[in-house]
């Protein structure tokens, strides 16, 4: 099967290949360049009617009009996703303050900041709590959380947001 059939060259060196090949058994049809061009894009459609679609471009093509809604929800979601890092650090931080008594919890801003923070963060801390072994006083599920919602940004930066555009 060649590698254009369908209509569709998936890659520039099948289009590069095939906008050069002819073959030396027919040779070319009237002596022209127009005939020798009909009877490959007879062969390979993706050749005639100009350069083929890609996916991506395909989509994005279809999807114009909701493009910008798309990449508003998608800015949104790495915005809160930054977010949820900053409050990783300070919920992080907070408690080696108040393991080391420089705060106290007794305060009431302290106590509301420290009950925000651990109502916001544990949800997703818990499950990796449960997963790793215990290291003694060391807690590095906050690490790895950063970790995997900085893997999940750059999966949305560089996968999912260029399909938008």
Request: charged share 15%; aromatic share 10%.
């Given at each position: ?24 058994s027919?040779?070319?049809?009237g ?79 302290v ?20 997963l ?21 940004q750059?999966v ?10």
């Amino acid at each position: 099967m060649a590698p254009c059939a369908g209509g569709t060259c998936r890659t520039a060196s099948e289009r590069r290949h095939l906008q050069c090949r002819s073959r030396p058994s027919q040779g070319r049809q009237g002596g022209s360049k127009s005939a020798g061009r009909g009877f490959i894009a007879a062969e390979f459609p993706c050749l005639d009617g100009g350069e083929p679609i890609s996916t991506a471009r395909a989509f994005r093509d279809r999807n114009r009009e909701f493009s910008p809604a798309m990449r508003a929800i998608l800015d949104i979601v790495l915005i809160i996703l930054d977010l949820y890092i900053w409050l990783l650090i300070a919920s992080a931080i907070l408690s080696w303050l108040i393991a080391f008594n420089v705060v106290n919890t007794r305060n009431q801003f302290v106590g509301a900041v420290s009950e925000f923070l651990y109502r916001i963060t544990e949800p997703l801390l818990a499950p990796i709590r449960n997963l790793l072994p215990s290291l003694g006083g060391l807690d590095i599920s906050p690490i790895i959380l950063i970790l995997l919602i900085m893997f999940l940004q750059r999966v949305i930066t560089y996968y999912i947001y260029p399909a938008v555009f």
